[in-house]
Nanobody, 116 residues
Framework: QVQLVESGGGLVQAGGSLRLSCAASGGRFSIYTVGWYRQAPGNQRELVAT???????NYADSVKGRFAISRDNAKNMVYLQMDSLKPEDTAVYFC??????????WGQGTQVTVSS
């Protein structure tokens, strides 16, 4: 089974930057779409960014121009570079892989808090 482990979250001032990392293991990585989602208290989990096996990216409108997703297939890693952070970016960020036969795989999440 696939395991995903996020790291890199923390507390940052508005306008600052963070880079999130996600390490994948236990399954094939290179052929699947990977991405980042986030969930704030009381809200639904929402898509932040995805990158396909061919490198095509997709971003939520709210993060376009500020966030960049990337992947390193040789290391089974996916990253999210977050610049110009805003308080409304505060959420738990989850790494994802899939769908694999209709199933999505998720990491445990990492907290990102942006202070004003």
């Amino acid at each position: 089974q696939v395991q995903l482990v996020e790291s890199g979250g923390g507390l940052v001032q508005a306008g600052g930057s963070l880079r999130l990392s996600c390490a994948a293991s236990g399954g094939r990585f290179s052929i699947y779409t990977v991405g980042w989602y986030r969930q704030a208290p009381g809200n639904q989990r929402e898509l932040v960014a995805t990158v396909t096996n061919t490198g095509s990216t997709n971003y939520a409108d709210s993060v376009k121009g500020r966030f960049a997703i990337s992947r390193d297939n040789a290391k089974n890693m996916v990253y999210l570079q977050m610049d110009s952070l805003k308080p409304e970016d505060t959420a738990v960020y989850f790494c994802s892989l899939g769908p694999v036969l209709f199933k999505m795989y998720w990491g445990q999440g990492t907290q990102v808090t942006v202070s004003s």
